[in-house]
């Protein structure tokens, strides 16, 4: 790391998420300065709203991307790719995204990270272990029963206390991680079958997993308010990105960090142990 880079201010979307918070805990360790926004953050921001994007910008070297309700969503490319000229206009230097792994709906996203013009890092993820504890699936868990459209695929489920760390030394590593797309994966193939069964051993309840066909998922969803565009795109996503094409662990954690990611049982370990699972 660079005085440069010490001295650096990042802004950080989707500040309060799964990812977003634990990239501004890595920032803030690292000793930048952090800006930490979304719709109701510290900074307020919305990728809805064009209005809260230069002010969300001006004055930061650096941002890190993440695009809400997802990075392959209908009309991210277009408004990741404007959010980004924006930033360099403003006089951003570098940025970092958060992708997906095996998700060809993200692809133009990407693109349009790659030709805006600022030093960019891609930083494509499986699926975070995380999911089972914060979000949408946690009431599923804490009800002893997650009915999902994941079937018997394996996963190389990724802590996001990793991605962040790995964002952070993206943002700081000088050209090190400019231009390049980095695959983060945990260190370990699982179904979701065996990760529920990890979380209910650790938990000490019984927590069924119910595969269902991502139709059936889709249809669920829109009962519960979900709109019908929105169900229909996660239907597509499920049916694409848990089909097995990321059944394969990679070394991006590795490489980026020097050390091996995270496990899913020391994850399932310290959730437990917090009660977050209990009924
Ligand atoms: N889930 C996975 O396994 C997985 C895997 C790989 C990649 N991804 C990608 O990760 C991203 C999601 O990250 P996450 O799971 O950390 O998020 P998250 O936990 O769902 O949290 C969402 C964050 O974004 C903010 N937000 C929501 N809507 C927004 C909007 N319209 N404008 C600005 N900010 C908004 C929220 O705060 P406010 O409510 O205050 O706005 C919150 O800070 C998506 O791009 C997804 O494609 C997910």
């Not at 964002?167 to 590593?173: C, D, W």
């Not at 050390?259 to 310290?270: A, I, L």
Request: one cysteine or more; proline letters at 4%.
């Amino acid at each position: 790391m660079t005085t440069d880079t010490v001295k650096m201010t990042v802004l950080v979307t989707g500040a309060t998420g799964r990812v977003g918070r634990r990239v501004v805990e890595s920032a803030e360790a690292a000793g930048l300065t952090v800006r930490p926004a979304s719709r109701a953050g510290a900074v307020r921001f919305d990728w809805a709203d064009r209005s809260t994007w230069a002010d969300a910008l001006r004055g930061a070297d650096a941002a890190h991307l993440a695009h809400l309700p997802d990075v392959g969503a209908p009309g991210a490319a277009e408004a990741v790719g404007a959010f980004a000229r924006l930033a360099v206009e403003l006089g951003v230097r570098r940025l970092t995204l958060l992708s997906a792994r095996g998700e060809p709906q993200a692809h133009a996203t990407e693109q349009a990270v790659r030709d805006s013009g600022a030093g960019w890092t891609v930083v494509r993820a499986a699926w975070f272990a995380q999911n089972f504890s914060e979000g949408p699936l946690l009431d599923g868990m804490r009800g002893g029963e997650l009915v999902f459209p994941g079937g018997e695929v394996l996963e190389p489920f990724i802590d996001t206390r990793d991605i962040a760390d790995v964002v952070v030394a993206a943002l700081t590593g000088g050209d090190r991680f400019a231009g390049r797309t980095l695959d983060l994966t945990g260190p370990r193939l699982l179904s979701f079958r065996e990760a529920v069964a990890e979380v209910s051993g650790a938990a000490g309840r019984d927590i069924a997993y119910v595969p269902v066909p991502a139709r059936d998922y889709g249809a669920a969803l829109r009962e519960f308010g979900v709109p019908a565009a929105e169900a229909e795109f996660l239907v597509e996503l499920f049916e694409t990105n848990l089909d097995g094409r990321n059944a394969v662990l990679s070394e991006g954690v590795r490489e980026a960090l020097g050390r091996e990611p995270r496990d899913f049982s020391d994850y399932v370990k310290e959730c437990a142990g917090a009660g977050i699972w209990s009924a």
